[in-house]
């Protein structure tokens, strides 16, 4: 592999800022490499979110030489070697070559002992993908692990022996699922085994981390052959899901039990961490709900409420942000609601979700999404959907109200009618809106305060 290879035509702002900083490490007198995601992606001619390098200097020499230089230096990870520095605008992680001990509970190893070789900096790495330096004067890729091979191949295989790779840091089971949903990869027989032996190890890992990485494996192009073959792992961290495995739903509406329905699902809305946490949680309360009519056909009536209990129990044992928590239970809660098609039930939707526009575009990503992992004859509500999408853009084009904001009454208004501010207030201003959403009165001050029977 030559430099030309790795870093001509699309060479970025970001790369270049790299470069800069791998060159002081070098006039400085030092050896310095990019690493990791950094070579792995740009080897898949992937776009590259963040650069990581690694060198032999010390680390007091690593902060004098970026400060002198005119750099903003912040000392991120003195225990363990790493400095972030800010060239150009890009924060670049800097690391010293060091060999982990066993990790902690958080992001960083306990013990920590600094190395004198890449070579011994590379074998700590995770993953052979992963564990491929790169430096551009030198235009050689390190290679100890035949990580480039298994690159090509698309194989996930830990550096060394998987199971005590896992002991050390449980997370690095979730980082293998995750960048195999993301690059479409496969997991190495071995690597995978020690995964279905190591699942329960999961347990010392803390929230934030499993979050983060759980997130990313939702989010990537293939989390579908994922959900399935690695169920374990999933149930470990959400055993909410767990009744959903293999639950026949009785009904010829759906060709998939709840558990690959909702693997399909996942797969089948975009890939955004809502959309994704959503569709994952959307049906966990079937199973609680199940019933059958007399032609022993299954029903889940209310499911959703269910769902949602079980979402929330889940939201709060990852530590979710409250704002995506709350969007997120809100969908599940409606994801099942028959929205007519039209405009008038397309407002009272909107009304319902907080009027979010934003908040109704997922909703209809996410029917849409249950219906293509539903039986085949379920595939002509696809165009309701798309009709559904339409309806909500002529609302809003038309500037039609669905929220108290865009209400031509207001608490102020009720206030100078010589009223007391109250819990009624809001009864009031819902009673207005829903009578404007009907067309049971226009949306006017006067015609308003008339049809609430107050006097002017
Ligand atoms: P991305 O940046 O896309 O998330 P990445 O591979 O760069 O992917 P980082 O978390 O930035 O992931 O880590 C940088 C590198 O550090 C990895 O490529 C890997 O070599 C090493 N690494 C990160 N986490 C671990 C871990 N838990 N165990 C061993 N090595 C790790
Ligand atoms: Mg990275």
Redesign the pocket.
Known sequence: MTSEDLFSPKDSALRKAACLALSLLEDGGFEAYF????I??TLLNRPI??A?LTTNAPYESMVRLFENAGYTVHRTGEKHGTVTVVVEGFPLEITRYRA?GA?EDHRHPTQVTFVSTLEEDLA???FTI??MAYNPRIGALVDYHNGANDLRRGIIRCVGDPRQRFQE?A??IL?ALRFASQLNFTLEPETGLAIHESVELLCSVSAERLYSEFT?LLCGQNPFPILMEYSDVVFQLIPELKESWKFDQMTPYHKYDVYEHIAHTVENVPATPLCRWIALMHDAGKPAHFTRDEKGVGHFKRHAITSELLARQVAERFKMPRDFTEDLLLIVRRHDDVVEETPRAVKRMLFKLGGRPDLFEVLCDMKRADTLSQADRCLPRLEMVEHLRAIAADVLKEDEAFSLKQLDLSGEDLIALGLKPGPQFSQLLNAALEAVIDEACPNEKEALISYLGLKQ
Do not use: E, I, W
């Open positions: 690493v990791g995601g950094f792995r992606d979110n963040d990581d982990d990790y700590r790495r995770d992963n564990a840091d997370l690095r980082r990313k």
